[in-house]
């Protein structure tokens, strides 16, 4: 029996023609993927899909202009978002993302994607995101604080401890959130270290945080090979993005026995069917900013990175990358996805047709906000752990909750994704059922 208090009561159960126009997905964008993923997890939510109009809108997106001075003297305008797409859960919870291109849609994407996330692996946390549309590799390290310091101040009244807790993500790192925590801690009065994570260990960042999405990534990889009949031990493996997560993920992915044979990044593919050296391209990619020229290896052509002989893959730069015209082409039979919104839902399609195994975002990367969330519990008792001790709660956790999404895949036979997604939307719409709606 519906309560009188739910949406469907209130004429608010419609499809996405009620919504603005900027909500809407007529190109399937990352909002619109995610708007998509909604639609197909709807009919296993049972009486909560009364509710479901909830994850279809942000409940706040805040836009934000970001003035510095540049090194030679003029004022620059940035444009900056910070979205929280849902906190019936809790706090908002999600990185923040300097890059070119970086979108108010984009951004509302990335933070409802955190939303799912956070409640799948059960973090009592909801989904935030933010970032700057800027490419901060044209930025001296002084207009990079400064600019992350005007940006923290603007968004600073709706960000905080209890209300939500940035981290960092594509191009943003542990400096960067030092001057975020400095900046707000100025503004507040007060040092306030539990208002991001992924801060260096002395300000109150966590032991094994820096590497807690790859080794995330590594160990729900292993656990769906081990389902599948795949051995690590020999097998190939091509990573898209050789950063935090990409670089950390290969790195275990090898010590584990796995060859890897190519990556891309933003300068370049590169490939070697011997193997690449691992420990050696990450302090290549230190040194030279990215994979492009590393010795010994080949350069092939981008577009045939997403053909490459390989058993394992894992994209792990940014949205949207295996699309419907290179999934048919994808070798590997598993697919790790450690960017956030890596493949469309065309892709997702053609891929689930082909046989190939998928290990969506919202459980392949959770390995990161789990970490964030110790880090995070850390700062506010004031009680450091060991790194052992962070590194095996995590891999509990992970094992845990992959093992719940699988068997829920099983019995509704469904993909992975849509499994992570009726247990994160369950989770998310009981909530907001049983807080009821305020006034
Ligand atoms: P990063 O900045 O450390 O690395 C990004 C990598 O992507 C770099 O190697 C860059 O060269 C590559 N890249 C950028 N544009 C590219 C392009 N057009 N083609 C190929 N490669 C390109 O970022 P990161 O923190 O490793 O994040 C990567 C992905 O993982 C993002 O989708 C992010 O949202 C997701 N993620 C990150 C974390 C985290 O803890 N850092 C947690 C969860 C999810």
Same mark, same amino acid.
């Given at each position: 029996?519906?309560?009188?208090?739910?949406? *469907?009561?209130?004429?608010?159960?419609?499809?996405?023609?009620?919504?603005?126009? #900027?909500?809407?997905?007529?190109?399937?964008?990352?909002?619109?993927?995610?708007?998509?993923?909604?639609?197909?997890?709807?009919?296993?939510?049972?009486?909560?899909?009364?509710?479901?109009?909830?994850?279809?809108? +942000?409940?706040?997106?805040?836009?934000?202009?970001?003035?510095?001075?540049?090194?030679?003297?003029?004022?620059?305008?940035?444009?900056?978002?910070?979205?929280?797409?849902?906190?019936?859960?809790?706090? %908002?919870?999600?990185?923040?993302?300097?890059?070119?291109?970086?979108?108010? *849609?984009?951004?509302?994407?990335?933070?409802?994607?955190?939303?799912?996330?956070?409640?799948?692996?059960?973090?009592?946390?909801? %989904?935030?995101?933010? @970032?700057?549309?800027?490419?901060?590799?044209?930025?001296?390290?002084?207009?990079?604080?400064? !600019?992350?310091?005007?940006?923290?101040?603007?968004?600073?009244?709706?960000?905080?401890?209890?209300?939500?807790?940035?981290?960092? &993500?594509?191009?943003? &790192?542990?400096?960067?959130?030092?001057?975020?925590?400095?900046?707000?801690?100025?503004?507040? @009065?007060?040092?306030?270290?539990?208002?991001?994570?992924?801060?260096?260990?002395?300000?109150?960042?966590?032991?094994?945080?820096?590497?807690?999405?790859?080794?995330?990534?590594?160990?729900?990889?292993?656990?769906?090979?081990?389902?599948? %009949?795949?051995?690590?031990?020999?097998?190939?493996?091509?990573?898209? %993005?050789?950063?935090?997560?990409?670089?950390?993920?290969?790195?275990?992915?090898?010590?584990?026995?796995?060859?890897?044979?190519?990556?891309?990044?933003?300068?370049?593919?590169?490939? *070697?069917?011997? @193997?690449?050296?691992?420990?050696?391209?990450?302090?290549?990619?230190?040194?030279?900013?990215?994979?492009?020229?590393?010795?010994?290896?080949?350069?092939?052509?981008?577009?045939?990175?997403?053909?490459?002989?390989?058993?394992?893959?894992? +994209?792990?730069?940014?949205?949207?990358?295996?699309?419907?015209?290179?999934?048919?082409? !994808?070798?590997?039979?598993?697919?790790?996805?450690?960017?956030?919104?890596?493949?469309?839902?065309?892709?997702?399609?053609?891929?689930? &047709?082909?046989?190939?195994?998928?290990?969506?975002?919202?459980?392949?990367?959770?390995?990161?906000?789990?970490?964030?969330?110790?880090?995070?519990?850390?700062?506010?008792?004031?009680?450091?752990?060991?790194?052992?001790? !962070?590194?095996?709660?995590?891999?509990?956790?992970?094992?845990?909750?992959?093992?719940? !999404?699988?068997?829920?895949?099983?019995?509704?036979?469904?993909?992975?994704?849509?499994?992570?997604?009726?247990?994160?939307?369950?989770?998310?719409?009981?909530?907001?059922?049983?807080? @009821?709606? #305020?006034?």
């Amino acid at each position: 029996m519906a309560n009188k208090n739910t949406e *469907s009561n209130v004429g608010l159960q419609q499809s996405t023609h009620s919504l603005p126009s #900027y909500l809407q997905a007529d190109n399937l964008g990352p909002w619109g993927t995610f708007l998509n993923q909604v639609d197909r997890v709807t009919p296993y939510l049972g009486n909560l899909s009364r509710w479901v109009e909830t994850l279809k809108r +942000p409940k706040k997106a805040l836009i934000v202009d970001v003035p510095i001075h540049l090194d030679n003297g003029t004022v620059a305008h940035f444009e900056g978002y910070r979205v929280q797409h849902n906190t019936s859960r809790g706090p %908002g919870k999600g990185g923040v993302r300097f890059h070119q291109d970086v979108t108010l *849609s984009e951004v509302m994407a990335l933070s409802a994607w955190m939303s799912v996330k956070n409640a799948a692996v059960n973090l009592p946390f909801g %989904g935030a995101k933010g @970032g700057i549309r800027v490419d901060p590799k044209l930025l001296s390290r002084g207009e990079l604080e400064r !600019i992350t310091r005007r940006y923290t101040s603007e968004i600073g009244s709706i960000i905080g401890p209890t209300k939500d807790i940035p981290a960092p &993500d594509v191009n943003t &790192d542990a400096q960067i959130m030092a001057w975020m925590m400095d900046t707000y801690s100025m503004n507040e @009065g007060s040092t306030s270290t539990g208002v991001v994570t992924g801060k260096p260990i002395a300000l109150g960042g966590s032991l094994g945080r820096r590497e807690a999405t790859g080794r995330g990534v590594f160990t729900v990889g292993t656990k769906a090979a081990n389902k599948i %009949g795949l051995t690590i031990q020999g097998s190939k493996l091509a990573v898209q %993005g050789f950063g935090n997560v990409g670089s950390i993920a290969a790195q275990l992915f090898v010590e584990a026995g796995a060859i890897l044979v190519s990556v891309q990044d933003h300068t370049g593919t590169i490939y *070697s069917g011997s @193997g690449l050296d691992v420990a050696f391209l990450q302090q290549y990619v230190q040194s030279q900013g990215g994979v492009a020229g590393f010795p010994g290896a080949e350069v092939i052509n981008p577009n045939l990175f997403w053909q490459v002989d390989c058993d394992i893959l894992i +994209p792990a730069a940014l949205e949207g990358q295996i699309t419907k015209d290179n999934a048919q082409l !994808i070798k590997a039979s598993m697919v790790i996805e450690g960017a956030n919104g890596p493949t469309t839902p065309e892709a997702d399609d053609i891929l689930v &047709d082909r046989n190939v195994l998928v290990i969506p975002d919202v459980i392949a990367n959770a390995g990161g906000v789990t970490v964030s969330y110790f880090e995070w519990v850390q700062d506010f008792s004031s009680f450091f752990w060991s790194e052992k001790e !962070i590194n095996a709660r995590l891999v509990s956790i992970m094992n845990d909750a992959f093992e719940s !999404i699988w068997n829920t895949a099983q019995k509704h036979q469904v993909t992975l994704r849509t499994a992570t997604f009726i247990i994160g939307c369950s989770r998310i719409l009981q909530a907001r059922e049983e807080r @009821g709606l #305020y006034p």
